[in-house]
């Protein structure tokens, strides 16, 4: 049976009604959703007193539902002659008092302010099929008899799938006109079993006098049983849109697995901006069976930023370690609390099986795993801003190994550490004993390197040459990229002779290794506040002399346009690298930490480092793209000579390493020699 409209513009027409309601007979056709479904939001804006008008009523049984509660003030109008019939002669004896007329909305015959409440099921939607100017006429007229027909403090309930043109026009109109303009969402029957279901809108218009010179919108977001203010239509527009797209993921995870996608769904709670879970969705197609379907992951707190649960990678290790078919890793966000895994399991649980298989019965019980039963620790000491750097935060955090570390963490980019320190905890000493006695104090261990490139550069200063007396030499390094100072601290810590210029452009994020992370100034240590490209660029332009024997450059680029996130192009453009050289020792050693996803790209930096440094080497870091780039304007020499092959220079990091533990004895400090096994001629 030919019921539903051929075009969008078969909605708006009263032909196609006509033909519609005399096919389908008197059996109610339900756009939008039954009674049950709508009524938890009907009840709160309707009292039992208020007339009612209904418009474009159509068939629908809801009018009927609600005269048989209690609500026997209801006036319906439609435009089809047929359906008014059928409806008229359907509640005659049951329903004396509900009258039915045929009318067009767009014209209505009634008093101004006949009405307390105006009720529209999917007549909007109908009636602007498309965003032709025709149809934006038509609407026009039929919000302004809308607004015509209800009294002051009256509400306009208005039950839409949200398109975004009806969204764009919604919301162009009634808050303009100074009502009170509300959103709740629809909740759906959890058992129907439709393939699918677009999630449905109530909208809820309420009538206050336009004041002259107001200008502020009142616009709110409903949450279940809470109400958000917010501030522009746009934020209404992005609430809206973020239940759209959630109801498609829905769609596409209970109709198919997923191969190689990494899909996440952000899950806030009421009044907060910023998520409260991030659920990433696994699919392990090996799994078989029917008894491990399903399961959900707690990423223990501060543990995000792990390679096992940040990448897409380490996800799909982690679910075919635990070997369900579905895995849920769920994230926790630092700007909420959480009191322990039963908490969150009871929060979670209804809102999980949402992201289910398909097939997979609602009264499961979904297992939820975590590592151990702890959710883990983190203390937020500072949230802070900068100009250059955005929003960010300072926070300590347990790892794997139980261990605090304080970390530095950009908004612009969570899931990365920018820097770190580890924490220890330490008594100091009391009595002639010498034994530590006293409160625990918690003290910054600069030991630790906070990155595997920090390594990497550190091991590098063994390619100088005189490495037997190197601790005892005076050497003088150039780091471009201070951070929260963690490589500095530890070459200042185990390099007794070696004075360091930091430079680092951004002076809040200087405040921020100062008075978190330990860097202390002084004369082996200075910090200059100055762009790194400015500051090299004037040491060769004042006849400056050749001055430093390392020059490390570790600056994270801004620009993600370009296929490099470190460093910022400039710093390896050939006309940078020529001014690198000449302040740079002719033994002397340039190290670069280059992060490059463009294979094109990388390859016409290599280019132009060889254009200018004659030998160059590198090393790559596990499970990263970043890679150190170590070079020298020594002439390259022949694989024979053992001093100057790869082999020697790994010797020589051994070296380097016996003689720091031998100056400062078996304290914890970052293991140098492995990070240069992957050590390799640069080609």
Not at 277 to 288: I, Q
Request: charged share 30%; proline share 3%; aromatic share 8%.
């Amino acid at each position: 049976m030919d019921l539903l409209p051929k075009t969008h513009t078969d909605l708006s027409s009263v032909e196609y009604y006509e033909k519609f309601y005399k096919k389908r007979g008197s059996q109610a056709f339900e756009w939008y959703g039954e009674y049950p479904e709508l009524s938890g939001v009907l009840h709160k804006y309707i009292k039992s007193t208020d007339k009612l008008l209904v418009i474009g009523c159509g068939n629908s049984r809801l009018s009927e539902d609600l005269y048989d509660i209690g609500y026997h003030s209801i006036t319906n109008i439609d435009i089809s002659e047929t359906v008014i019939k059928q409806m008229t002669a359907r509640s005659a004896e049951k329903r004396p008092k509900m009258i039915y007329q045929k009318m067009d909305v767009t014209n209505m015959d009634f008093e101004d302010g006949s009405f307390n409440v105006v009720v529209d099921k999917g007549t909007l939607d109908a009636l602007m099929s498309d965003n032709s100017q025709q149809m934006q006429i038509n609407v026009d007229k039929m919000l302004t008899e809308i607004n015509r027909v209800l009294r002051v403090g009256g509400r306009y309930l208005c039950i839409s799938l949200s398109q975004k043109h009806i969204l764009d026009k919604i919301l162009g109109y009634f808050p303009d006109e100074g009502w009170l303009f509300r959103v709740h969402k629809v909740e759906e029957n959890d058992e129907n079993e439709k393939d699918f279901q677009l999630p449905v809108f109530a909208f809820i218009c309420t009538k206050f006098k336009k004041m002259p010179g107001i200008q502020n919108k009142i616009l709110e977001v409903c949450h279940g049983e809470s109400t958000s203010r917010v501030k522009t239509v746009e934020d209404v527009k992005h609430s809206i849109e973020e239940i759209q797209q959630y109801a498609m993921i829905r769609q596409r995870l209970k109709t198919r697995s997923l191969s190689g996608e990494d899909i996440s769904v952000d899950l806030h709670s009421s009044g907060s901006d910023a998520p409260r879970y991030t659920l990433h969705v696994v699919d392990n197609l090996s799994v078989k069976g029917l008894h491990k379907k399903f399961a959900i992951f707690i990423v223990p707190q501060g543990r995000e930023t792990d390679w096992m649960f940040g990448h897409q990678e380490g996800r799909k290790q982690l679910a075919a370690s635990a070997g369900f078919q579905r895995l849920v890793v769920v994230s926790l966000h630092r700007e909420h609390h959480y009191d322990n895994i039963e908490s969150i399991k009871k929060e979670l649980s209804g809102k999980v099986m949402e992201l289910a298989p398909k097939g997979l019965d609602h009264k499961t019980q979904v297992p939820f795993l975590a590592v151990g039963n702890d959710i883990g620790r983190r203390i937020v000491h500072h949230r802070g801003h900068s100009a250059l750097s955005g929003d960010f935060i300072v926070e300590d955090v347990e790892s794997s190994d139980k261990c605090l570390y304080r970390r530095l963490i950009f908004h612009s980019n969570k899931n990365v550490i920018q820097s770190e320190t580890k924490l220890k905890s330490e008594r100091k000493k009391k009595g002639k004993s010498g034994k530590k006695k006293g409160p625990v104090v918690t003290t910054l261990d600069h030991g630790h390197l906070p990155h595997e490139h920090h390594t990497a550069m550190v091991a590098s200063t063994a390619l100088l040459p005189n490495t037997d007396s190197f601790l005892d030499q005076k050497i003088k390094v150039l780091l471009v990229g201070l951070g929260g100072g963690g490589l500095p601290m530890f070459m200042h810590k185990y390099f007794p002779k070696m004075s360091i210029d930091c430079i680092e452009l951004d002076p809040v994020i200087a405040d921020v290794a100062r008075k978190w992370f330990g860097l202390v100034e002084d004369e082996r240590m200075k910090v200059f506040i100055e762009d790194g490209l400015t500051f090299i660029d004037s040491k060769t332009t004042m006849g400056g002399e050749t001055s430093y024997d390392i020059i490390m450059i570790d600056v994270d680029s801004k620009d993600s346009s370009v296929g490099m996130s470190c460093p910022p192009q400039p710093f390896v453009e050939k006309e940078f690298l020529k001014k690198v050289s000449t302040i740079l020792r002719d033994d002397g050693l340039f190290a670069l930490n280059l992060a490059c996803r463009d294979p094109d790209l990388k390859k016409s930096v290599i280019l132009d480092l060889k254009s200018v440094f004659p030998r160059i080497h590198g090393t790559k870091i596990p499970d990263q793209i970043n890679e150190v780039i170590f070079a020298s304007k020594q002439t390259i020499v022949q694989e024979s000579q053992h001093e100057m092959s790869v082999k020697g220079y790994q010797e020589k990091v051994c070296k380097l390493q016996q003689m720091i533990r031998k100056h400062e004895g078996q304290g914890d400090f970052t293991e140098l020699v492995d990070i240069m096994n992957d050590l390799h001629i640069v080609e």
